[in-house]
């Protein structure tokens, strides 16, 4: 039985329909990635899954139970930790104060282990906690019952390179022991390093949902290369080559470029390799690299045209306080 089912799962709000027959399920044991720009539906989803919403159409299922039947919901809510992107705690508490709380509502297996990981500052008020101390304090408490699966929306945000190295580490350590993750996220170095499987909602509408590495495979390897002489286009016009950028031309041909003779250049090949570096062997190269192709081209393939030139430039996906 999958940890997270949805089928058909639609919520209309008149004016916006924030999600429209999104259908998947996360299995247990994997660590799930949901992504997509603000408005896509992403909060929609999990304020469903956590019963903090109807839905207008289909059905949603965690760890096996209907999550309209609200005391089967909170009977796996018992099993479940959630950590929202805006952790809201009593500001006049300490983190220690907190901690107790939580421990009396629902257990305390781990938050020894979780504060020597984490280091939230215990003594202080939460008033005085930077945003970094807020979301290290929503980790111990999000997992310091040892719960079956786990809910996080934007875990990362605010927290040093140190503590994310940690928090990536805690992760992997968890899916070994079977517990099952979810999260969205817009930090796609994030959602490399981590995900088995992502999921990616655009207006509402799931896309695709994938293995990391299709997606991968999907976005190319970008080839950089630089000839001891001039190259012509028509000898780079081969299956397999994509958004060819030229840094130094020889131009001898119209004004469309036909003709023009490349010297160094930049492209996305979705090819096979092998047959790349066949294609090239005729010609002296003085340089040649051929790396993996970052995830945001697969991303803006998805979400091309339809986001603001301040999202399109920047280094992948961007969330505002409260999109979803």
């Keep these: 039985m999958a940890a997270i089912e949805l089928e058909g799962l ?37 304020r469903t899954l956590l019963g903090l919403l109807a839905p207008t159409a289909g059905t949603a299922r965690v760890l096996g139970r209907d999550v309209t039947d609200e005391d089967a919901l909170l009977e796996a809510k018992r099993q479940l930790g959630y ?14 104060e ?20 984490f280091e939230p500052p215990l003594d202080r008020p939460v008033r005085d906690y930077s945003h970094g101390n807020v979301r290290k304090l929503g980790l111990v408490t999000t997992f310091m019952h040892d719960p079956e699966l786990v809910i996080l929306d934007e875990p990362t945000s605010g927290l040093d390179p140190l503590i994310q190295h940690r928090f990536a580490e805690f992760l ?71 958004d060819l950028e030229t840094s130094v031309v020889r131009t001898g041909g119209d004004s469309d470029g036909e003709g023009s003779e490349i010297t160094e250049c930049t492209f996305t ?26 995830l945001e081209g697969v991303f803006m393939r998805f979400y091309g ?20």
């Design 269 to 294: 090949f979705t090819g096979d390799v092998n047959a790349l570096l066949a294609h090239l062997r005729e010609y002296r190269l003085l340089d040649l690299s051929i790396e993996e192709a970052p």
């Design 172 to 242: 992997r350590e968890e899916r070994e022991r079977g517990v099952t993750v979810f999260f969205s996220s817009h930090v796609l170095s994030e959602v490399r390093r981590l995900c088995d499987r992502v999921g990616i909602i655009r207006n509402g509408r799931l896309v695709t949902v994938e293995p990391v590495e299709s997606l991968l495979d999907r976005s190319g390897k970008v080839v950089r290369l630089r000839a001891a002489a001039s190259i012509s286009r028509e000898a780079l016009a081969i299956d397999g080559v994509h």
């Design 83 to 96: 950590l929202p992107d805006a952790p809201a705690f009593d500001e006049t508490a300490t983190g220690r």
């Design 10 to 46: 639609t919520k209309d709000y008149g004016e916006v329909l924030a999600n429209d027959g999104v259908t998947f399920s996360v299995e247990r044991g994997e660590i799930f990635g949901y992504l997509g720009p603000n408005g896509a539906g992403k909060t929609t989803t999990i």
């Design 305 to 324: 045209g339809e986001e603001s030139t301040d999202a399109e430039s920047k280094p992948g996906l961007t969330e505002r306080p409260g999109g979803g």
């Design 98 to 117: 907190v901690l107790e709380l939580h421990a009396a509502i629902k257990g305390d297996e781990r938050s020894e282990a979780l504060l020597e990981l």
